[in-house]
């Protein structure tokens, strides 16, 4: 992969690559090495890499992958130290632009409640209800991305629907 190629993919995909970063990790120091390891392990590749189909799902993937491979050595160590070692605790509140008014506010407010209630779903609902709906990747897209079958996306994007009606219905 040529500098210019990989310049390209982060003007392109570069915004929604670190919106998802963001939602997936739940810090933003967390999000910010993420998405500079993607970027970075996208470059190493350099000539083995072929992205002919979606150049941007092929980047989530990139990005899932590192983020399984960071969430896996924390379990790892956690078991043999048995110090937990934070992953979602520490998460910082991503600031929304505009102005401050009474509708905004409120706004402002719903899309804090609704952000909670993702962040604190399981991963196995968290990931496929934000790459399908904040991503908006299909559902065979999503199936590739977390090799689950499109069944399964399915179920999973249902069930969380379900739990965040649930959890969100006396709220909002």
């Not at 048995?82 to 407010?109: H, K, N, W």
């Not at 999503?142 to 399964?152: D, F, G, K």
């Not at 399915?154 to 649930?166: C, D, H, S």
Request: hydrophobic residues 35%; aromatic residues 8%; glycine residues 4%.
């Amino acid at each position: 992969m040529k500098q210019e190629e990989l310049e390209l993919y982060m003007d392109t995909y570069g915004k929604d690559l670190y919106s998802f970063c963001c939602c997936v990790t739940r810090n933003r120091q967390e999000a910010d090495d993420l998405y500079q390891d993607t970027f970075l392990k996208v470059y190493e590749m350099g000539e083995k890499l072929e992205i002919t189909t979606n150049p941007k799902s092929y980047l989530m993937g990139v990005t899932y992958n590192l983020y399984r491979n960071v969430k896996r050595k924390r379990s790892v160590r956690k078991r043999i130290v048995g110090v937990c070692v934070p992953l979602d605790e520490t998460a910082e509140q991503i600031p929304m632009e505009g102005q401050l008014t009474e509708d905004l506010m409120i706004s402002r407010e719903e899309c804090r409640i609704v952000r909670e209630a993702v962040r604190k779903l399981p991963d196995k609902y968290r990931l496929p209800i934000l790459l399908f709906y904040m991503e908006e990747l299909s559902q065979a897209e999503i199936a590739a991305l977390l090799n689950i079958s499109e069944s399964a996306v399915k179920t999973r994007v249902y069930r969380a629907k379900n739990i965040l009606r649930e959890k969100l219905e006396g709220l909002l």
